[in-house]
């Protein structure tokens, strides 16, 4: 194998490819990328057996295809420290050569034979959306997948299609997130690890754009793919919470609120919060006003913020840092939050439409 190719153009596809490669395994191989090239294409691989990201970019000059693996962390930084302009990478009998003007480094690399294959997903069902939208949907979800669980598929996020609705939830047994779009497909739900989620949305714009990214979804495995980009993932399998349920209480009081000063009145109580944010905060609502009281070892805060509130004087304790994230999240100047009782879950979502619900469970205040 041998080709020549500008230096930014390999480096940025060995960071995102060796992502997906594994630190330590039992299998020397799955430590380091697969480099193929083939049609005047190069192909940059990171695979765990988990989670796969294949990077396809174009060489300055092909002169001879070929693959070989070669130790993802060493190889990427040994090409991000060669000088800027055009890199030559050589492979024979093993061995891999980096060229760059009076630079030359040889790093001792294994047969691509050895690589595991990545699955090939038929493309049988498989839908498409806008590639900003995508990162919105899981940014505002992602901060409420479960971190661990006796239930494993809480461990991701549920993508859900259901009257061409696309639907993307999260749970972790004391909060809950929801995003909603419309998209052009049938029914279908699946569930993705939340490190394939992590990977995916660094690979998306924030830009609104005319770009898609198409989802392919075959047996137990999933592939997200933008342009010369794809991450390959296995689903997660288990039956998701009912979230529905949840969520779809009629309230019994609400009040409307600005989020931005509500997140930021919360965020100061946790200046007194020194035991990982388990001291609940306790909100009293009642005339239109929000009293926000804390007390810790370390001292106690008062806060009042103006708010539109209707029904019964409501006190209720909840994690600060569980609101927080859901009202900045929700992405909007006002949120409405619904209550049913003090014990009962707290539904926080925007004024103008439902597209996004956020759920925080309370807890009882000593």
Known sequence: MKFTIEKSVLSEALSSASKACAVRSTIPALEGVLICLKNNEITVTGYDLEIGIKCIIKPEQAVEDGEIVVNAKIFSE?????????????????????????????????????????????????????????????????????????????????FHIENNILSVVSVDGVRMAKRTEPVEYSDIDFVVPKKTLDEFMKMLSDEPNEKKVTVCIDRNQICFSKEDYMIISRLLEGNFIDYEKIMNFEEKSSAVVNALDFSTALDRTLVLNTDKYKCPVICTFDNDSLHIDIKTSVGKMNIDIPVKYTGDKLEIAFNARYMIDALKNSECDEVRVDFTGPLFPIRIRPLEDDSFVGIVLPVRSK
């Open 78 to 158: 040994m090409v991000k420290k060669m000088p800027s302009g055009l890199v030559e990478i050589a492979s024979e009998n093993d061995t891999v050569t980096i060229r760059c003007g009076s630079n030359v480094c040889d790093l001792m690399g294994v047969s691509g034979d050895n690589y595991p294959n990545i699955p090939e997903l038929k493309k049988d069902i498989s839908f498409e959306v806008d590639e900003s939208v995508m990162k919105s949907m899981i940014r505002q979800t992602i901060h409420a997948v479960a971190v661990t669980d006796i239930k494993p598929v809480h461990m991701g996020s549920k």
